[in-house]
Structures are given as C-alpha cells and as structure tokens.
C-alpha cells in the first residue's frame, strides 16, 4: 500500500492565479482530511469528508474548495491564490470516527504564493 | 479552541526524560498525540480516550485526566530518535456525529548525545 499521496511536492503560484493539490489514498478510508500547517502554529483544518459526496468546512476554509467523487480522492483547490496561502499543506485520512482511529498523513505540498 | 501545549521547547541529553503537557478549555472525547521531524509529514504515536487510561509503547506513554481537560506525554530514557515536534490533537464534537481534531502548536524536542 502507497498510503496516502499528494502531488505535487512543491509548488510556486503568483498572486491570483489558481490550482488543485492532489490527494489520494489506496487504504479504503471514509475520512479524509486537508490541514494547512504554517511555522509554529501547529495544523489547521481546511476542510473534511466523511464519504464519497460529502464534505464540510473546519476551522479555515475561505478560499479553498473541495470535492470527493470517490473514496480515494479527495483534492483541494485554491482560487485565486494569495500570500497569505503560502504554508506546507497536509492531507490525511482516517477510517472511521476520529475517537477510535489514528490519521494517516501524506507527505506535504509546500505552496509559495508571489 | 487550540489546545494549550507545553513547554514551546526543551533540549535533553541522551537517556534523560522529559514530559509535554496538552490542555484544552473544552471538553474532550479523546486526545491524539503525534510526531513530526523536520520535513516529514506528521506520525500518529497514540490515542488516549475518556476514562484517563494511561496507555504507552516503548518508552513513550501518556495519560488522560478528562477532568481537567489535560493529558500528557511522558518520554523516558530519550533517544535521538525522539527529536522531533510533538502535536497533541483534541477531538470534539462537531456535529451529526462527526468528530474534529484541533492540534496544538507543537513542543520541539531536541535530544542531543
């Protein structure tokens, strides 16, 4: 099993131009997570899924969008992009309720906003 | 509300302990505690989930006092291989039956020989 994987590793927008970061897991997880991680604040999350068609804000969703057509997608998109999106961006996913199961992470996308 | 960490940083030599606090003002269904080293993506280390079990594996163990909304992560004996930054996540309720991580800022830990 790959696990979880994000493409791509790196990449550098300039201001207001737009992309989608790629998340894919092969484990059959329901949950799926996008987290945005910036110098010692810790992890932020953008946005989750509990399933294929079902999506929902956390805590800093303005300017990102999401969708999950199927169980192992799940990419986040960046409209018009700002300096204030430049962070390292994490994907996970989780089997079920997060009371009973661990988050499994991909590697990162470090994003630079110009 | 981002759970509370501390301390922000601590350096240890090799064989000596150390512990990392978490605590939150909410109250908690359960609380994760991972691992991140230096441009890796973060690694799952445990969950603790109501009930203040004190669970562990290696030399690495944690407790849970729901009470006081707080847990701790206990590292004994450190090895270089524990440097790293240590992120405890708290789970509430968000709502239909969905649950959230909230992580705090992190602890860096540097053990050095």
């Known amino acids: 099993n790959a696990g979880v994987t994000q493409t791509p590793k790196f990449r550098i927008l300039k201001i207001g131009q737009s992309m989608t970061l790629q998340c894919t897991q092969d484990m059959n997880h329901n949950y799926m997570y996008w987290y945005r991680q910036d110098p010692g604040m810790g992890l932020k999350l953008i946005y989750y899924?509990?399933?294929?068609?079902?999506?929902d804000k956390g805590e800093v969703p303005n300017g990102y969008n999401v969708s999950r057509s199927t169980t192992e997608d799940f990419p986040l998109r960046l409209e018009l992009a700002a300096p204030s999106q430049t962070s390292v961006y994490f994907c996970?996913?989780?089997?079920?309720?997060?009371?009973?199961?661990?988050?499994?992470f991909g590697p990162g996308t470090r994003l630079t906003v110009l | 509300q981002q759970p509370v960490q501390s301390p922000q940083a601590v350096i240890l030599r090799e064989g000596e302990d150390a512990v990392i606090n978490c605590s939150s003002s909410?109250?908690?269904?359960?609380v994760h505690w991972y691992r991140q080293k230096h441009g890796e993506a973060p690694v799952f280390l445990m969950i603790l989930l109501k009930g203040g079990e004190q669970k562990g594996h290696d030399k690495i163990s944690a407790s849970f006092n729901e009470k006081k909304q707080q847990s701790s992560l206990y590292l004994t004996a450190s090895q270089l291989s524990y440097s790293g930054t240590y992120f405890c996540?708290?789970?509430?309720?968000?709502?239909?039956?969905?649950?959230?991580?909230?992580f705090g800022k992190g602890t860096k830990l540097s053990v050095i020989p």
């Open positions: 899924s509990v399933g294929a068609g079902i999506t």
């Open positions: 996970a996913s989780s089997y079920s309720s997060t009371s009973y199961n661990e988050q499994f």
């Open positions: 909410k109250a908690l269904y359960s």
């Open positions: 996540g708290t789970e509430w309720n968000s709502g239909a039956g969905s649950y959230q991580l909230t």
